[in-house]
């Protein structure tokens, strides 16, 4: 097994590529998820799906693993010859609250995935602020130990408040600041700065497959 992603998100062709194209991607994702001018929750998985076809598109769909076995619940995709399964979290405006590690509505359930935590994937974390600067990160599974064990759980993890319904465990600010910042981990800056107006129809394609004989 091989670390296989810092190299590449250290290739000059490639960090062009991902500076130039993934804002023109992600506005595309807002679009295809948005009606009445506001952007639905399923951007994120549409996000998702553009960070898992770039690894297609490096590596190769035969070594990117996207059916996931239920043995690694926290992993959106796997790529094989690479150390760690690997997470992949967005997240629109500045700043790095809100990321959220797991999603559950039950509190024995934020309890035990407490109890029982330790980081297990790589992470790529890709923070959006349109008409400003963000970032593309990517946070290998030993950065993220690093400080998990150095900050313990209650300062790695934002906990939803007791009396309240909990809407999933959130990675402190600051925890996740000290991730992105390690040495070991890569970092692209990306400028969001596009034309407000792009020439895409969200309809297009699926006119285009009704029109196959």
Same mark, same amino acid.
């Given at each position: 097994?091989?670390?296989?992603?810092?190299?590449?998100?250290?290739?000059e062709?490639w960090v062009?590529k991902?500076?130039?194209?993934?804002?023109?991607?992600?506005?595309?994702?807002e679009?295809?998820? +948005?009606?009445?001018g506001?952007?639905?929750?399923e951007?994120?998985?549409?996000r998702?799906?553009? =960070?898992v076809?770039?690894?297609?598109y &490096?590596f190769? &769909?035969?070594?990117? =693993?996207?059916?996931i076995?239920?043995?690694?619940?926290e992993?959106?995709? =796997?790529?094989?010859?690479h150390d760690?399964?690997? +997470?992949?979290?967005t997240?629109?405006?500045?700043?790095?609250?809100? *990321?959220?590690i797991?999603?559950?509505?039950d509190?024995?359930k934020?309890?035990?995935?407490? &109890?029982?935590?330790?980081p297990?994937?790589?992470?790529?974390?890709?923070?959006?602020v349109?008409?400003?600067?963000?970032?593309?990160?990517? *946070?290998?599974l030993k950065?993220?130990?690093?400080?998990?064990?150095?900050?313990?759980?209650?300062?790695?993890?934002k906990?939803? &408040?007791?009396?309240?319904?909990?809407?999933?465990?959130?990675?402190?600010?600051?925890a996740?600041?000290?991730c992105?910042?390690?040495?070991?981990?890569?970092?692209i800056?990306?400028?969001?700065?596009?034309?407000?107006?792009?020439?895409?129809?969200?309809?297009v394609?699926?006119?285009e497959?009704?029109?196959?004989?």
């Amino acid at each position: 097994m091989a670390d296989l992603l810092t190299p590449f998100l250290q290739n000059e062709l490639w960090v062009s590529k991902i500076k130039r194209k993934l804002p023109y991607l992600f506005r595309i994702a807002e679009i295809e998820s +948005s009606r009445g001018g506001h952007t639905g929750m399923e951007v994120g998985s549409l996000r998702e799906r553009i =960070i898992v076809a770039l690894l297609i598109y &490096k590596f190769g &769909k035969e070594n990117v =693993i996207t059916n996931i076995p239920i043995t690694f619940p926290e992993a959106d995709v =796997i790529l094989k010859g690479h150390d760690n399964p690997i +997470s992949i979290k967005t997240k629109s405006g500045k700043g790095l609250s809100g *990321v959220k590690i797991v999603w559950t509505v039950d509190w024995q359930k934020v309890e035990e995935f407490v &109890k029982d935590y330790t980081p297990t994937c790589d992470l790529i974390f890709i923070q959006v602020v349109w008409n400003n600067t963000g970032v593309f990160s990517y *946070v290998p599974l030993k950065v993220q130990r690093e400080i998990f064990n150095s900050y313990g759980v209650q300062r790695y993890f934002k906990l939803p &408040k007791r009396g309240t319904n909990p809407r999933g465990i959130e990675i402190n600010s600051e925890a996740l600041g000290a991730c992105i910042s390690h040495p070991l981990s890569v970092n692209i800056e990306i400028d969001w700065r596009i034309p407000d107006k792009i020439n895409y129809d969200p309809y297009v394609r699926w006119v285009e497959l009704w029109q196959e004989e």
